[in-house]
T-cell receptor, first 116, second 121 residues
Framework: AQSVTQLGSHVSVSEGALVLLRCNYS??????LFWYVQYPNQGLQLLLK??????LVKGINGFEAEFKKSETSFHLTKPSAHMSDAAEYFC??????????????FGKGTMLLVSP | DGGITQSPKYLFRKEGQNVTLSCEQN?????MYWYRQDPGQGLRLIYY???????QKGDIAEGYSVSREKKESFPLTVTSAQKNPTAFYLC????????????????????FGEGSRLTVL
């Protein structure tokens, strides 16, 4: 079984400051990892994904994440926060379904608050 | 444009009533999923389906039922047996061809609908 832990249910930054959202995972097999963003009363949108290629993954809206196997981490960063980045962010890990298909297990989410 | 359509967006139910949430996709994806979202708890898997006429229980299937009669459709019924049905429900689908990992696992991401908010009165 796999699991995801997101440290901090809320993170507050000022506009222009560095954004760092933390994600640690547990998986019995090499993981595939994802970050999603959710705006109020909307579905989830994929920011980026790690699928065993480059360990530094670049996504949309200036976000990137680095896969660190030794730390079992996949933290999300952005050099400079914008007001429009205020949303809830979810980290997810894929499992190994016996049929070859997979489901995603999600963390509990981190709400990013951006102040002017 | 291709995507996933969930309806209704908002739904109110009296206790003891069954309700059905619709999910339709035109992405030609084989796999479809239902997640439940509660504040501070993230997303929890209710049911998922890999192919037509087949589906599996997720982590919190009790009080829910699904069907998969067509590739494009995966409706979720919230039954009266679900003790706390007030939540935000998200449907997702997934492409099962293309990129695979070394173990043969499919690695594609989930595509989500806009969600349905169910409130029990």
């Amino acid at each position: 079984a796999q699991s995801v832990t997101q440290l901090g249910s809320h993170v507050s930054v000022s506009e222009g400051a560095l954004v760092l959202l933390r994600c640690n995972y547990s998986s019995s097999v090499p993981p595939y990892l994802f970050w999603y963003v959710q705006y109020p009363n909307q579905g989830l949108q994929l920011l980026l994904k790690y699928t065993s290629a480059a360990t530094l993954v670049k996504g949309i809206n200036g976000f990137e994440a680095e896969f660190k196997k030794s730390e079992t981490s996949f933290h999300l960063t952005k050099p400079s926060a914008h007001m429009s980045d205020a949303a809830e962010y979810f980290c997810a890990v894929s499992d190994q379904a016996g049929s070859g298909y997979s489901t995603l297990t999600f963390g509990k989410g981190t709400m990013l608050l951006v102040s002017p | 444009d291709g995507g996933i359509t969930q309806s209704p967006k908002y739904l109110f139910r009296k206790e003891g009533q069954n309700v059905t949430l619709s999910c339709e996709q035109n992405l030609n994806h084989d796999a479809m999923y239902w997640y439940r979202q509660d504040p501070g708890q993230g997303l929890r898997l209710i049911y998922y389906s890999q192919i037509v006429n087949d589906f599996q229980k997720g982590d919190i299937a009790e009080g829910y039922s699904v069907s998969r009669e067509k590739k494009e459709s995966f409706p979720l019924t919230v039954t009266s047996a679900q003790k706390n049905p007030t939540a935000f429900y998200l449907c997702a689908s997934r492409k099962t061809g293309g990129l695979t990992g070394g173990s043969g696992r499919r690695t594609g991401e989930l595509f989500f609908g806009e969600g349905s908010r169910l409130t029990v009165l």
